[in-house]
């Protein structure tokens, strides 16, 4: 009876510390800075997308974070956005376009311990890399700007901001050159399940056009183990409060899956 009623309690320990584990997991996922391994996949649907709202878009965004110690004090945490694309066209005159978009890489530079008042931030580079297989798919230029952080956590919710600009630093004579912001506000809730629900906006501004496309994205997560490997996977809807005639419109979906590698 004694050893039933020990072997009971050390299993709702080891459940509890289990569940506290993958709650503290998820809230580091909460932050783009945190001094963890992550690899993120967000699959993106859109629609309604071009003048005559006849394009369908698929998109794969492969997101790994690495953050690297710089000292006992401040860490460098590598965030890369590289995109694969599938675009399809309803007029049926042209092919299908596919392949990969240009890459977004930015380095924050980040202290280990928060700031006052528990803020946590970070600043660096924000790089824009030629990497679209296809010319309708990147913008074919070279562009570099600043990028920024932050937030702050208590208990359960995480509240922050993302941001950055980048200009074009290499292009063509006859195109453009890009000058773009991307704003990111961002809140979340951590259930101890480690079940997330999200909401944030990611703002994009064109200097050149003045136009701004404003995608609300709401989503749910939630940490599993599969074979020993911490996923945390779950998905959402997209509503575009604000578009312009090349971007998509109304409604769109997201999923994701984000493989976990804690120290």
């Known amino acids: 009876m004694k050893k039933s009623l020990c072997l009971g309690f050390c299993s709702l320990l ?58 006992e004090d401040w860490n460098i945490i590598s965030r890369t956005v590289l995109p694969v694309t599938v675009q399809t066209y309803g007029d049926g005159a042209r092919d299908d376009d596919w392949g990969t978009g240009d890459t977004v890489q930015s380095i924050f530079l ?3 311990e928060p700031g006052p008042g528990g803020l946590i931030w970070g600043f660096g580079p924000a790089m824009l890399l030629p990497t679209a297989s296809e010319k309708t798919l990147g913008a ?12 702050k956590q208590v208990d359960s919710w995480t509240f922050g901001l993302l941001a950055n600009h980048i200009w074009a630093v290499d292009h063509k004579d ?38 701004a496309t404003i995608p609300i994205n709401f989503t749910a997560t939630k940490i599993v183990n599969f074979n020993g490997q911490l996923i945390s996977l779950g998905g ?28």
């Open 14 to 71: 080891s459940v509890t510390s289990y569940a506290a584990d993958t709650a503290d997991l998820a809230k580091q996922l909460s932050n783009p800075i945190a001094a963890m391994v992550s690899m993120p996949f967000q699959f993106n649907y859109d629609e309604n997308i071009g003048a005559n709202e006849d394009i369908e878009r698929y998109t794969l965004n492969i997101q790994p974070v690495i953050p690297m110690s710089l000292n």
């Open 174 to 211: 006859n195109a453009e050159g890009i000058s773009s912001s991307f704003i990111q506000p961002f809140m979340s809730y951590t259930y101890p399940s480690s079940l997330t629900l999200s909401l944030n906006s990611e703002t994009t501004y064109d200097w050149n056009s003045e136009d």
């Open 140 to 151: 074919d230029q070279w562009g570099l700007g600043p990028t920024g952080v932050v937030l």
């Open 236 to 263: 959402g809807i997209r509503y575009w409060a604000e578009d312009t005639t090349g971007s998509a419109k109304d409604w769109g979906g997201r999923l994701i899956a984000s493989f976990i590698f804690p120290k």
């Open 110 to 112: 980040s202290p280990k």
